[in-house]
């Protein structure tokens, strides 16, 4: 079906295609996928068992709305967000482009969210029915980034599986800063802190920049033990490599996402694996639009998986798609569970 209007939706201005599609997940005009309950695709992220490891990534489901419609996709974990303490219109119409010929997408959202008090309730009116994070970030205009961190905290630690601390998207200035050792230090410092006080073991996940230099990755890595932050996304989008694109988009800036992305992303996970190991899962994004792209991905070091891009170029079958495909890989490579060769790239 979505083959045959996407030529249709693709005339559309990509935010009000975005739009719609939101709608039509909310009033259910896209039917459910049966997913093969199939073991070999099962994993356990933050002590809990999801059935299979492809998420949709934060920014498609922004206001969390359509939650649990996306679990009927076949998702096996959701990510809303990203939410800032207070509401607010992000940058300036238009902000997000399609790069056809690239598989790619570039956004300038700017955090754009209806504001923590409005998504708290209407996360209580719904419950989540399955894995379910929160992404959260600071405001524009704050006065203080860490503190609206741990405003955030204050109003979804009960809400959710997990957080993700967003201290990466390229669309909110000097946020890439956190990546800084002593910023970052300070950041979870206040984090744990404030988790002691509420007395909440949710766990911590940070998503990061795939533009960092190589000499942060043991950095960053240190930091994610000593904190015992339980997962890392790797990663959000790139404001960077352009000169491969064809589209003429590539000039709009942005973060980039998508196929141009997957290479990036692929290589960076492979180098956090090596410090991680176990001590911190690594959830892996950039470029996954098959199974082919998924496994690749879980051999560098990913236990599970994220896309986004991808559903906007090959519509809301894309998950079921992908996980047949990763099944069929797995039983060609004898392999029992994707557990199983997490890292194992040769």
């Known amino acids: 079906m979505f083959s045959k209007i996407r030529s249709l ?10 739009d719609l599609a ?16 199939n073991e070999s695709i099962k994993t356990e992220i933050f002590g809990k068992i999801v059935p299979n490891p492809i998420g949709i990534a934060a920014g498609f489901d922004k206001d969390a709305e ?15 967000g990203t939410v800032t303490p207070i509401n607010q219109y992000g940058n300036p119409k238009p902000r997000i482009f399609r790069l056809e010929e690239d598989e790619a997408l570039i956004n300038r959202l700017g955090f754009n969210n209806s504001g923590s008090e409005k998504v708290s309730k209407r996360i209580i009116s719904n419950p989540p029915k399955g894995l379910f994070g929160i992404n959260i970030g600071p405001n524009k205009d704050t006065k203080s980034r860490i503190e609206d961190f741990l405003i955030c905290l204050n109003k979804f ?8 601390i967003n201290i990466s998207s390229p669309n909110t200035e000097n946020l890439r800063s956190f990546h800084n050792e002593n910023e970052l230090d300070e950041l979870l410092s206040l984090i744990e802190k404030e988790k002691k006080i509420l007395k909440t073991s949710v766990p911590i996940v940070v998503k990061i920049s795939p533009d960092i230099e190589d000499e942060n990755i043991n950095k960053i890595s240190d930091l994610l033990i000593k904190y015992k932050v339980k997962a890392v996304i790797i990663s959000n989008t790139t404001d960077k490599n352009r000169h491969n694109l064809s589209n003429i988009n590539k000039l709009e800036k942005g973060g980039l996402s998508g196929k141009p992305l997957e290479k990036k992303s692929n290589e960076l996970i492979n180098k956090f694996y090596k410090i991680l190991k176990d001590e911190v899962k690594i959830i892996g994004v950039g470029g996954v639009d098959s199974g082919q792209s998924a496994y690749q991905k879980i051999i560098n070091g990913a236990s599970l998986v994220q896309l986004y891009t991808g559903m906007i170029y090959q519509g809301p079958n894309i998950v ?7 099944i069929n890989i797995l039983d060609k490579e004898g392999v029992q569970n994707i557990s199983d060769i997490v890292g194992n790239k040769k």
């Open 66 to 80: 359509v939650y649990n419609p996306l679990f009927k996709l076949g998702f096996g974990f959701v990510e809303v």
């Open 320 to 326: 079921s798609k992908i996980n047949e495909e990763l």
């Open 157 to 164: 630690y009960n809400l959710a599986d997990y957080l993700t």
């Open 9 to 18: 939706i693709f005339k559309l201005d990509p935010e009000t295609a975005h």
């Open 22 to 37: 939101i709608k039509a997940l909310k009033f259910n005009f896209i039917s459910q996928n049966k997913i093969k309950n």
